[in-house]
């Protein structure tokens, strides 16, 4: 260790030492917890008993500050713009190079601002146009899952992300790809895998282990230059010439807005994919796609299962969103794609999903360069983890509501008079307080990032670009889902062990089995 590091611990370790939280058990520090299931729960007695900043060395060299008060949470992700090293090391050992999952803000906003219009434009369009395609499709492998043995939320949920995601990205051509179930299987084992092998400072080249993944990441990578090609050959991508031996895209127009749809919702010439691909960037051949492929698929299948599981496990909320679907879509002459807009009842179960099961136990961010100083007066040194832990934040009674452990979508609701959705909740389940009955008229529904205590998809700079496509792509795929299958638990599983809360922490282990009936539509 030269000096210049020594300085920095000794610098760590002195102001680390002025936040408060327990003692250190050991030289190891708290490390043990990241290897467990119990770091939220930990975190809760912890802020129950030091306060809403809580720090635990992890080590003698590292530092983790969580943060539990809204209002600093909300200054600390607007100041800290950074990600944890290991995050950007994860996609690169699975990826290779890719300029939007990097840990350092400067490196990845331009590349984030330009990706965010192509999401909340022309990708948001033909997401909400392709969901009845996709449940056609997956609903047919799963009728042949059904007839060999049973279906649980998890595997759908998984098979339908993957569906939606895949021909958001690559139109239709994805769907009838033959090597679409091993490009998802394949997927799936990276994901489980990625931290773990980032986890070594040197890659573990003495472990067969090791090897294996490396083999399935460069199998995968094959994969993902084969749908690409394919895609742009099935559309006549005119406009781009393609180096097949990089990946890397040379674009013939200059913008992406020029980009058309042909009438099965697929772009002609997709300068998204063009954009992902690393543009005019040899060094990314498909890290950019296989990132947005990794993070969407385990994001966008954590919230469908969740949302699943709520309606096997509360028929009246499905029997609602049905209703609501039928009411709209008979009443309007509006496309598919607007209709979804005035499913509020819908929208705002989608959102209370996220809100009780957001996609991990931790929004991670850390300042690199300079120590952060917030206005509580307190100063986290730099090189600290910064953690928010978002299913405490997002179940505080202080923040909710009396009734935050229960599944309420009308807390995002409100009648068309106004009014505070927090006086106007009508509790689905279980909820001691009386409200107001907002049933009996219009509904609005409000904005959710309001609320700083929501942040299911992270908030500052570093927030998710992709929310507004998630939300709306699965909002409209559930609206096609719902009005042709009424979605029931397995005949003989309602003994099965339900959700429970434990500190406000949802479990909802073991997954749902599931049935779907055909409706009479």
């Keep these: 260790m030269d000096f210049t590091h020594l300085i920095k611990l000794v610098k760590l370790w002195a102001k680390g030492s002025k936040l408060p939280g327990p003692p250190c058990p050991s030289f190891y520090g708290h490390s043990r917890l990241f290897s467990s299931e119990n770091i939220t729960d930990f975190l809760s007695k912890s802020h129950e008993k030091y306060g809403s900043i809580v720090r635990l060395w992890l080590g003698p060299t590292q530092l983790l500050v969580s943060i539990k008060d809204p209002a600093v949470i909300k200054e600390m992700l ?24 990097a840990s350092s803000f400067e490196k990845v906003q331009k590349r984030r601002e330009s990706l965010a219009v192509q999401m909340n434009g022309k990708l948001l369009e033909r997401a909400n146009a392709i969901p009845s395609k996709v449940v056609d499709c997956v609903m047919e492998r799963i009728d042949s899952i059904m007839a060999k043995g049973v279906v649980d939320c998890r595997s759908f949920s998984q098979h339908t992300a993957f569906s939606m995601l895949g021909s958001t990205l690559f139109g239709d051509a994805f769907l009838a790809w033959s090597n679409a179930a091993v490009y998802e299987e394949l997927l799936m084992k990276i994901a489980k895998e990625a931290c773990y092998w980032a986890s070594y400072s040197i890659p573990p080249f003495w472990k067969r282990g090791f090897w294996r993944y490396k083999c399935l990441c460069t199998r995968l990578r094959c994969l993902t230059q084969d749908i690409i090609q394919q895609c742009r050959q099935n559309h006549k991508f005119s406009q781009l010439n393609q180096n097949s031996c990089n990946g890397a895209t040379k674009i013939g ?64 909320i499905q029997d609602k969103i049905y209703s609501e679907i039928m009411m709209v879509r008979k009443r309007s002459t509006k496309s598919e794609v607007q209709n979804i807009y005035e499913m509020n009842f819908l929208l705002a179960t989608v959102y209370e999903s996220a809100r009780h099961l957001p996609a991990g136990p931790l929004l991670q961010r850390c300042s690199q360069g300079q120590d952060l100083n917030l206005k509580t007066g307190i100063t986290v040194p730099a090189g600290s983890i910064l953690v928010v832990p978002i299913q405490l934040v997002q179940m505080d009674g202080s923040s909710w509501g009396n009734d935050a452990s229960e599944f309420n979508p009308h807390r995002f609701l409100s009648k068309a008079d106004g009014g505070s959705y927090l006086e106007q909740m009508v509790p689905i389940a279980g909820a001691t307080r009386e409200v107001v009955d907002c049933t009996d008229g219009p509904l609005v529904l409000n904005d959710p990032n309001v609320n700083d205590s929501f942040l299911p998809f992270g908030s500052g700079k570093r927030a998710c670009i992709g929310q507004k496509f998630a939300i709306l792509g699965i909002a409209t795929l559930f609206a096609s889902l719902v009005q042709h299958y009424e979605i029931r638990l397995q005949p003989g599983s309602e003994d099965d062990p339900k959700p429970t809360m434990n500190n406000c922490v949802l479990q909802l282990l073991p997954s749902p089995k599931i049935v779907f009936v055909k409706r009479n539509c």
């Design 78 to 101: 607007v100041k800290a713009e950074d990600k944890l090293p290991s995050t950007g090391r994860a996609f690169r050992l699975a990826f290779g190079r890719s300029s939007l999952f």
């Design 253 to 316: 127009r200059e913008t992406a807005t020029d980009a058309v749809f042909s009438s099965g919702g697929v772009m002609e010439d997709d300068l998204f994919l063009a954009e992902l691909d690393g543009r005019l960037n040899k060094n990314e051949p498909c890290g950019n796609t296989m990132g947005v492929m990794f993070h969407g698929c385990l994001t966008t299948a954590g919230l469908i299962g969740n949302i699943l599981t709520r309606l096997v496990m509360h028929p009246e």
